[in-house]
C-alpha cells in the first residue's frame, strides 16, 4: 500500500485539452512535490510546496501549473501540453523541506500521455 | 549545485551473487544519501539511506558504504535473488534540500 495516493493512474489528453492531475497524503508531510519521469531516467524534479507554499519552481513551462489546496493535498493543471510531456508524473512527500533531509514518499504515479 | 554520478548503468548478476552499485557526489556539505528501487511500472521507493554521521548501515542483505573523504557512497546487495531486479538510483541532496538523482542503474539478476 502506498501512503500518497495519486489520481488518476492513466491519462490521455490532446493537445488542446485541460485536465488536472491529484495527488494526498495523509502522513502529516508538509512538503510535496511533483517529478516527471521519462522511460529509464531518474525522477525531475518540477515544483515543491513547502508549508502549503510554493518554494520552488525548476523553470517548468506555465501549461504545468501546481496548486497546493491544503496540507493534504496537491494538483497539477494541465494545459495545451505537447506529446514531449508524455511521462510519468509521480508526486511524493516529506516531512518538511530542508528539515535533516527527511526520506521522500513517492505516489505511483500518473501515466500520461498527449496524443 | 550537486552532481551525483552513479556506476555502472547496468549489472547483470546471477541469483545468489553479491551487486555493488557506486555513487560520487561533488558538494561536500552532503549529509543525507538515500537509494531508491524502482520496478517495471512501479514508483520508487526508499530501501536505505545513510547520514554522513555514519560509514555504513545494514538492513539484511542491503547495506550503504560512505566515503566522506572520497564524497562516494555504495549500495550493495548480497545473496541476490531475481525480485531484487529493478532499476536503482543514488541521490544527494542539493542546497536547497531536494534531491538530485543518479542516473540510474538497471540490475538483472538471473535464476
Known amino acids: 500500500d502506498t501512503e500518497v495516493t495519486q489520481t488518476p493512474k492513466h491519462l490521455v489528453m490532446g493537445m488542446t485539452n485541460k485536465k488536472s492531475l491529484k495527488c494526498e497524503q495523509h502522513m502529516g508531510h508538509r512538503a510535496m512535490y511533483w517529478y516527471k519521469q521519462k522511460a529509464k531516467k531518474p525522477p525531475e524534479l518540477m515544483f515543491v510546496y513547502s508549508y502549503e507554499k510554493l518554494s520552488i519552481n525548476e523553470s517548468v513551462p506555465s501549461r504545468f501549473s501546481p496548486e497546493c489546496p491544503n496540507s493534504s493535498l496537491l494538483n497539477l493543471h494541465l494545459h495545451a501540453l505537447q506529446p514531449e510531456d508524455s511521462a510519468l508524473y509521480l508526486c511524493?512527500?516529506?516531512?518538511?523541506?530542508?528539515?535533516?533531509?527527511?526520506?521522500?514518499?513517492f505516489g505511483n504515479g500518473t501515466r500520461l500521455t498527449v496524443t | 549545485g550537486e552532481n551525483v554520478e552513479q556506476h555502472p548503468s547496468t549489472l547483470s548478476v546471477q541469483e545468489g551473487d553479491s551487486a555493488v552499485i557506486k555513487c560520487t557526489y561533488s558538494d561536500s556539505a552532503s549529509n543525507y544519501f538515500p537509494w531508491y528501487k524502482q520496478e517495471l511500472g512501479k514508483r520508487p521507493q526508499l530501501i536505505i539511506d545513510i547520514r554522513s554521521n555514519v560509514g555504513e548501515k545494514k538492513d539484511q542483505r542491503i547495506a550503504v558504504t560512505l566515503n566522506k573523504t572520497a564524497k562516494h557512497f555504495s549500495l550493495h546487495i548480497t545473496e541476490t535473488q531475481p525480485e531484487d531486479s529493478a532499476v536503482y538510483f543514488c541521490?544527494?541532496?542539493?542546497?536547497?534540500?531536494?534531491?538530485?538523482f543518479g542516473k540510474g542503474t538497471m540490475l538483472l539478476v538471473s535464476p
Open positions: 541521490a544527494a541532496p542539493r542546497s536547497d534540500s531536494t534531491l538530485t
Open positions: 511524493a512527500s516529506s516531512h518538511a523541506q530542508g528539515q535533516g533531509n527527511s526520506p521522500l514518499h
